[in-house]
């Protein structure tokens, strides 16, 4: 058979010859058929197996929108109101189509469909047509991402306090809850009324004697004035008249914390004295521990605690009812001066050392634990939390003299403010929580808005934001 066009032939014998195929019986029809007719009294099983897509990435694969010159398309024209949920529906599942992935896709004739792509990173809620995405499914808003709180660098006014002490280990400047700033400038108080920024001086212990510490009373105007001879005078400001003269102390007092009607003074002389004002005697205990002077007394907010620092690089934590210390802690490595009681945890301590410690420790009082440390670079003078936000700012000394905001728990510096050139030893914050004013040797008050309101971070304080400029104290 050489021409391989010519159709072959079958030789068969003279007895046999080719038959028409004859179609079927109905019996071997309905056997051939069997699959394609199902029963209604049983279910047929197929064994073709069709894959499920519903959780197929199909951005793998780069497969796109077909052109608008296909089949698909031309025929989806034929009903708009198809078209139009086929659009919608492809733009819910695989997002808009961007310029930017017709560059990456290409025209779809001359691509390869499974070329390799990197995969995209996609939740199971973003296959749905709903729109989900993963802010919605963990319950995050897709509102913007606010920017980052300012804190204005400069303060918004400066007070002169000439005589005002460069002494580390005493506490000169406090506010009250009815927003009048006291601050001792050498044998005298004076007090600055923060709403009407009027100066009044309260007293002067004449010219043998100096102010060491001043302390305001945490609801009433009483003020607490511990003096260079260890005598602690108590003043109601709003009348400049003087209450009672309480001593005890050998040597400087240089330590006041309020816990209601009870005063703590803390002295040169080692020890802490607790005074109830209302009782005749000028003091109800006495604490003893530290091996040097006291610098550093504050009560915790549910006045259950007492935390003292002293110059023998000891943090202490007292009872109401103790004479002795129920912790201690041990690991600075400088005299403890700063110390803060957070509003927001119970139990959370802060501390700070001194030039040669430079840290500022975070303590539980609860629990006994040591959480934190964290070196600043400098002399830790005074922390304050923040009651809005958990928040708090440190001043420090040598070298650097600057006042540092942190976030908190994560200690990164939300703000570092500079101007005073002398050790920033003074700290004070105000009743709104918003204002801090900040003392140092260079007899200046520096006054800053750090914190938030408590309803809204934008809200200016109220405390003379307005009245920028330079005044003296006296």
């Known amino acids: 058979m050489d021409d391989p066009t010519e159709s072959p032939q079958l030789n068969l014998p003279p007895t046999m010859s080719l038959q028409p195929l004859t179609p079927p019986s109905d019996h071997i029809s309905r056997m051939i058929n069997a699959n394609h007719h199902q029963s209604p009294s049983r279910a047929i099983y197929s064994d073709r197996f069709i894959p499920s897509r519903s959780s197929s990435n199909f951005d793998l694969f780069n497969i796109s929108q077909p052109s608008p010159n296909s089949p698909a398309v031309a025929d989806s024209h034929k009903d708009d109101n198809s078209g139009t949920y086929t659009a919608l529906l492809r733009a819910a599942l695989f997002g808009p189509e961007t310029p930017e992935k017709k560059d990456v896709l290409g025209p779809p004739s001359g691509r390869n469909i499974f070329r390799f792509k990197s995969e995209t990173r996609r939740s ?14 963990s319950g995050v808003s897709h509102s913007p991402v606010k920017a980052p709180r300012k804190v204005p660098r400069s303060p918004y006014k400066i007070l002169d306090a000439p005589a005002l002490q460069d002494d580390f280990y005493l506490n000169l400047v406090d506010w009250s809850s009815h927003n009048v700033l006291a601050v001792g400038l050498g044998n005298c108080v004076y007090l600055w009324n923060a709403c009407s920024s009027k100066v009044t001086k309260l007293c002067d212990l004449g010219i043998d004697d100096s102010v060491c510490s001043v302390g305001w009373a945490n609801r009433n105007t009483h003020l607490a004035v511990g003096t260079s001879h260890g005598k602690v005078q108590i003043w109601d400001a709003s009348r400049c008249k003087r209450v009672r003269t309480m001593e005890g102390h050998r040597l400087r007092v240089g330590a006041l914390a309020w816990s209601s009607s009870l005063l703590s003074s803390g002295s040169r002389d080692k020890s802490i004295l607790q005074r109830d004002i209302r009782a005749q005697e000028d003091f109800v205990s006495k604490l003893s521990g530290h091996k040097s002077e006291v610098c550093g007394l504050k009560w915790s907010y549910d006045n259950r605690e007492l935390a003292s620092g002293g ?17 201690k802690y041990c690991e600075h490595t400088a005299a403890v001066k700063a110390i803060a009681w957070s509003p927001h945890l119970h139990g959370l301590l802060a501390s700070g050392g001194g030039t040669a410690d430079r840290c500022i420790r975070f303590w539980n009082t609860t629990t006994n634990t040591h959480l934190s440390c964290m070196d600043t670079g400098s002399q830790v003078c005074n922390l304050v939390w923040s009651k809005n936000v958990n928040e708090l700012v440190s001043t420090h000394g040598y070298s650097q003299n600057q006042i540092i905001v942190w976030r908190y728990p994560t200690m990164s510096k939300l703000a570092t403010l500079t101007g005073h050139t002398f050790r920033v030893l003074y700290l004070a914050i105000s009743p709104d929580g918003q204002t801090i004013v900040t003392g140092a040797g260079d007899e200046t008050l520096r006054f800053w808005n750090v914190f938030p309101s408590p309803k809204s971070q934008n809200t200016d304080s109220e405390i003379g934001a307005s009245s920028l400029g330079r005044t003296t104290i006296r």
Not at 127 to 133: N, R
Not at 314 to 321: C, K, S, T
């Open 124 to 137: 199971l809620h973003s296959l749905s047509p709903f729109g989900f995405d993963d802010d919605v499914a």
């Open 311 to 327: 110059n023998d690089n000891r943090l202490f934590v007292w009872n109401q009812h103790s004479t002795q210390p129920v912790l």
